[in-house]
């Protein structure tokens, strides 16, 4: 039993792991608005997914149960208002658990966020959303690669992501098909596409129902229709 426990937890942490890998950023991109001082936010960033990964000192707060997406900016902000001080007083990755962050690459996309009066809550929203879709878009062009695709993906995505005018058949002229079979390929790539947003969210909710609510959040949000509301 201890065993099956242990397999449990371990798996468990590996998930808490690999959401924590996906939606750092905008996380970071909440703290980096709230503090204003880039080191300073990198170092409170990190360590908050340090305690969050070790599970210390955010209690009340229950990653396997409710929306990942609530769940993280609530102990983010309680985090922030309560153990700022005790973070920048650590060395950093002072032996706990350290998630790799790329700062960098991060720094570089904050200088890029457009200027405007976004509140820190929503600009969390925001880049949770795009965060998403990148992550559904990267397993969706692996699927394609792994059955020798890709290139058909490169040339559907566009009707996706809205980027691009290319017409049905401007796409099947380059791909060498027909304007029906280009047609019947994006009908099947937009299902699948919300199969993978479908999937993608119930990792980070407790029930169906809280699934449907994150699918409607996530387009309100990339609509620019949001508010504070979590």
Not at 3 to 18: I, K, M
């Given at each position: 039993?201890?065993?099956?426990?242990?397999?449990?937890?371990?798996?468990?942490?590996?998930?808490?792991?690999?959401?924590?890998?996906?939606?750092?950023?905008?996380?970071?991109?909440?703290?980096r608005?709230r503090?204003?001082?880039?080191?300073?936010a990198?170092?409170?960033?990190?360590?908050?997914?340090?305690?969050?990964?070790?599970?210390?000192?955010?209690?009340?707060?229950?990653?396997?149960?409710?929306?990942?997406?609530?769940?993280?900016?609530?102990?983010?902000?309680?985090?922030?208002?309560?153990?700022?001080?005790?973070?920048?007083t650590?060395k950093?990755?002072?032996?706990?658990?350290?998630?790799s962050?790329?700062?960098?690459?991060?720094?570089?996309?904050?200088?890029?966020?457009?200027?405007?009066?976004?509140?820190?809550?929503?600009?969390?929203?925001?880049?949770?959303?795009?965060?998403?879709i990148?992550?559904?878009?990267?397993?969706?062009?692996?699927?394609?690669?792994?059955?020798?695709?890709?290139?058909?993906?490169?040339?559907?995505?566009?009707?996706?992501?809205?980027?691009?005018?290319?017409?049905?058949?401007?796409i099947?002229?380059?791909t060498g098909?027909?304007?029906?079979?280009?047609?019947?390929?994006?009908?099947?790539?937009?299902?699948?596409?919300?199969?993978?947003?479908?999937s993608?969210?119930?990792?980070?909710?407790?029930?169906?129902?809280?699934?449907?609510?994150?699918?409607?959040?996530?387009?309100?949000?990339?609509?620019?229709?949001?508010?504070?509301?979590?």
């Amino acid at each position: 039993m201890a065993a099956g426990v242990d397999r449990q937890t371990d798996a468990s942490s590996r998930a808490l792991e690999t959401l924590c890998q996906t939606y750092w950023y905008p996380l970071y991109a909440f703290v980096r608005h709230r503090v204003g001082n880039e080191h300073e936010a990198q170092d409170l960033t990190q360590a908050f997914f340090e305690r969050l990964l070790e599970n210390q000192t955010l209690a009340g707060a229950d990653p396997d149960r409710g929306r990942f997406r609530a769940f993280l900016l609530t102990a983010c902000d309680r985090f922030l208002a309560n153990e700022w001080h005790k973070a920048n007083t650590q060395k950093r990755g002072g032996g706990l658990h350290v998630l790799s962050l790329d700062f960098d690459a991060a720094t570089t996309r904050y200088s890029m966020e457009p200027a405007d009066n976004l509140t820190a809550e929503i600009l969390f929203e925001q880049q949770w959303a795009i965060a998403l879709i990148d992550s559904v878009l990267l397993q969706l062009r692996q699927e394609f690669a792994d059955r020798g695709s890709e290139d058909q993906f490169e040339q559907l995505k566009s009707f996706l992501t809205g980027a691009g005018t290319a017409s049905y058949a401007a796409i099947a002229e380059v791909t060498g098909t027909t304007e029906g079979a280009t047609k019947v390929a994006v009908y099947r790539l937009r299902t699948r596409f919300r199969e993978m947003i479908r999937s993608e969210i119930a990792q980070t909710v407790d029930s169906p129902d809280d699934v449907e609510d994150e699918i409607r959040r996530l387009f309100e949000v990339m609509s620019g229709k949001g508010d504070n509301s979590l």
